[in-house]
Every structure is written in structure tokens, then in C-alpha cells.
């Protein structure tokens, strides 16, 4: 897939992957349509004014089945067409299970897993009519290997990889491909909330002893909507924490 002039929708871009994600896009000549749950900030615009012809921006509460839809059926006007969704939306809540309670799995479930489901289900629709598109679902390794307290975000970003599978299978028939990337330890709002000693504690078991970069998962991502035999993947970028 050529990515100039593509119509590329990525779910929870406003900062951190999302962001770094939508910014890649953007550079190499996408037209993208951002999404977030409330409205871009002045220090958000101000990374995208080099682009404000190329983006549309649209909010949605992922958690809500109508706003999913509604996001789906704007972000399908804006341009007339979707050719990539990026799946990358999400939420933690994380306690160990015994103390965990149903609305903190179900919240985070809803969010990350049904959300994804929702919005994936309403573009295919649209993506079978046109016999082409792209999804790109951000998973965790969390989803692969599982971690003390985060049974819920580990249980949706599992379901995560298996709906991407699935997706991978169902559209390959009409020329639709589905992939997903699963991120391990990389730099963000919630690891630099992290103590120094965690921080170094994370650090050490990583083999290339340092946190990802949001840039280094996006890179991933636009390898995945560009390489056309590519599909029921998961590409894993942990610096060899998980070997």
C-alpha cells in the first residue's frame, strides 16, 4: 500500500503511541482522522499545525456503543472512504485480582476489547463494499504473557490478538488484511509517573536496557499497512523483555 493520499483512522491519537502514530501517517502524505475522548489541547494542536489541511479530528466515548458507531459513520464521510484503522485506544485499571472488581474488569473490557470490536465490526461493513482496507490493532505483551495485576487488561488485549486473527480470516476473501502490534515497556504519561527504582527495576530486564519510543511502535504500524502480504500477525516490540 502506497500511504500518500490514504484515508487513515487512528482511535486514541492525542497522545503517547496514538499520537507518534498519527504524526508518522501524516509525514509520510496520509490524510488521518484523529479520535480522543475530549478535544485536542493547544499543546496537541500545536504538533499538527504543519498539517492542518491532512486531519480531521473527531471525539467519542469508546466505551459507548452509539459513539462508536456515530465515530464510525463520521470518520467514513470526512473522506468518503477509510483505507487504515488503527485500533490503539485503551485503558488500564489495574489491581491484583482479588481485589479487582467486576467494573474495573468490565470497564477496562469495554473499552479496549468491545470498543475495538464495535468500531472494527462498523469500518468492515463499509471496507467489504470498496474490497480493500487495513486494520492495525495495538495489543500489549501483557496480552501474550499476562502480568501480576492486570488480569482485566491482560484478558482484553488477549481477545485483542485472537479478534485480529479472526478479522485476518473473514476479510481476506474481499482484500482486507488485519495485523496487530503488541508493545511491551515503551515511554509514556503512565511509566514517567513511575518511581525511579521501578523505572530501573523495568529496565533491567530488558535486554537492550531502555524503555521503547512511541516513534519505534508506529514505525511498526505503517510497515503493517504497507506491506500487502502481510496479515493475522502480531509483531512484538519489547526489546527483547520477553525472549
Request: net charge positive.
Amino acid at each position: 500500500m502506497e500511504l500518500k493520499d490514504k484515508v487513515v483512522l487512528i482511535t486514541g491519537s492525542t497522545r503517547g503511541i496514538g499520537n507518534a502514530t498519527a504524526l508518522a501517517f501524516l509525514r509520510a502524505g496520509s490524510k488521518v482522522i484523529l479520535h480522543g475522548r475530549h478535544s485536542l489541547s493547544a499543546e496537541e494542536g500545536e504538533k499538527l499545525k504543519y498539517f492542518q489541511d491532512n486531519y480531521t479530528f473527531i471525539t467519542a466515548d469508546l466505551a459507548n456503543p452509539d459513539d462508536v458507531q456515530q465515530l464510525a459513520d463520521s470518520a467514513w464521510q470526512a473522506y468518503g472512504h477509510i483505507d487504515v484503522v488503527v485500533n490503539n485506544a485503551g485503558m488500564n485499571k489495574d489491581k491484583l485480582l482479588v481485589a479487582m472488581k467486576q467494573s474495573d474488569f468490565d470497564d477496562v473490557i469495554n473499552v479496549n476489547l468491545r470498543g475495538t470490536f464495535l468500531l472494527t465490526k462498523a469500518i468492515l461493513k463499509k471496507m467489504y463494499k470498496q474490497k480493500s482496507g487495513c486494520f492495525v490493532n495495538i495489543t500489549s505483551v501483557v496480552g501474550i504473557h499476562g502480568n501480576v495485576g492486570q488480569a482485566n487488561y491482560a484478558a482484553s488485549k488477549a481477545g485483542i490478538i485472537g479478534l485480529t486473527k479472526t478479522v485476518a480470516q473473514e476479510g481476506a476473501l474481499r482484500g482486507i488484511r488485519s495485523n496487530a502490534v503488541a508493545p511491551g515497556m515503551i515511554a509514556s504519561y503512565m511509566t514517567a509517573a513511575l518511581s525511579e527504582r521501578n523505572q530501573k527495576r523495568i529496565v533491567d530486564q530488558i535486554p537492550l536496557k531502555r524503555l521503547g519510543k512511541p516513534e519505534e511502535v508506529a514505525q511498526a504500524v505503517l510497515f503493517l499497512a504497507q506491506n500487502d502480504y502481510m496479515t493475522g500477525q502480531t509483531i512484538v516490540i519489547d526489546g527483547g523483555m520477553t525472549i
